[in-house]
Every structure is written in structure tokens, then in C-alpha cells.
């Protein structure tokens, strides 16, 4: 039994000793930390720009397809109008091509606001990965263990920062060098 005691004494120093060497050398080790204001980045980034006027013009292209199919139903309202009650098969046929194009035209603005949807998260993504490399790299390259972002959908999340622990400049700079 004194030798399950020794042995038992023996693990706690050990543990003891580990434990102390741990938290020494977590004292002793410098955490260094950035902030970046992502928002600012993802704002100044020419990258977004171009990407945003690109789904304007694809939904200004769009807009002007609805108004186009629009203009022809409403012709074609206008034709139904004009047709005398006695023409029973001509109104009939008419306004069954007067709902087919107006459920054509609900089927069309669905698919494009789908995929401009589809496109825009695309291209957002496109553009958060350039900012997320240009952040690791910076991070690397600054020996940074960690880097906050400064605010998520304008609630602050950092409220202080000494200013040379930002890197927003440094990301905005990284990204204009990066090939388009």
C-alpha cells in the first residue's frame, strides 16, 4: 500500500510540474491580435463594384423582358376588347392565349429573380474568399493569432482597438492587387 502511495504522489507532482509549465508558458506567450472592419473592406473592394453593376444590367435586362411581355399582354387585352360578344370561339381563344402568356410571364419573373439570386451569392462569395485570403495572408504574415472583425450588420463587436492592430487598410491594399 506505500508503494500505491508513492506512485500515487509521484503522477500528482508530475501533473503538478506539467500543469505549472503550461500555465508558464501561456503567461509567457504573446497573443497577437487584429481587427478588420469587413464591412468597409467588402464596401471598398472594386471587386464588389464590378460585380454589382454586372447584376444591374442583368437585372435592367430583365426588367425590360417583363415590360416587353407585359406590353404584349396588355395588346392583346386590348385585341379581346375589340372582338364582338357574338365572336364566342375568337374571345375564348384569345383570352386562353391571354392567360398562358400572363402565367409565362409569372414563370419568367420567378426564374429571373431566382437566378439573380442565385448569381448574386455567387459573386458575394467570389468576392468574400478574395477577402478572406487577403486576411489569412495578412494574418500569416503579421504573425497574428487571431484577427476579430470589427462589426456583424452594423452591431459593434469590437469596441476598442489601439489603431495599429487594424488591418482593414492593409486587406483594402491587398485586394487592389489582386488580378480581376
Known amino acids: 500500500m506505500q508503494n500505491g502511495g508513492k506512485v500515487k504522489k509521484i503522477v500528482l507532482a508530475l501533473a ?35 460585380l ?3 447584376l444591374q444590367v442583368k437585372h435592367k435586362q430583365g426588367e425590360e423582358e417583363v415590360e416587353k411581355r ?7 387585352r386590348e385585341e379581346l376588347k375589340l372582338l364582338s360578344e357574338s365572336a364566342k370561339s375568337a374571345r375564348k381563344k384569345k383570352e386562353d392565349i ?9 414563370e419568367f419573373v420567378l426564374k ?13 462569395n467570389e468576392v468574400l474568399e478574395d477577402i478572406d485570403r487577403i486576411i489569412q ?23 476598442y482597438g489601439k489603431k ?12 487592389e492587387k489582386v488580378k480581376k
Open 70 to 76: 407585359m406590353k404584349e399582354i396588355e395588346r392583346l
Open 98 to 106: 391571354i392567360e398562358q402568356k400572363t402565367e409565362e410571364l409569372q
Open 112 to 124: 429571373i429573380r431566382g437566378n439573380l439570386l442565385k448569381e448574386r451569392a455567387e459573386m458575394m
Open 16 to 50: 503538478v510540474f506539467f500543469l505549472l509549465g503550461i500555465v508558464r508558458a501561456g503567461f509567457a506567450a504573446e497573443v497577437k491580435i487584429g481587427y478588420v472592419d469587413a464591412e468597409k473592406v467588402f464596401s471598398n473592394y472594386k471587386k464588389t463594384e464590378q
Open 137 to 159: 495572408k495578412e494574418a500569416k504574415k503579421g504573425k497574428y493569432d487571431l484577427i476579430l472583425n470589427t462589426r456583424i450588420a452594423d452591431t459593434p463587436i469590437l469596441l
Open 52 to 54: 454589382n453593376n454586372k
Open 164 to 175: 495599429d492592430l487594424e488591418l482593414t487598410d492593409r486587406v483594402i491594399k491587398g485586394l
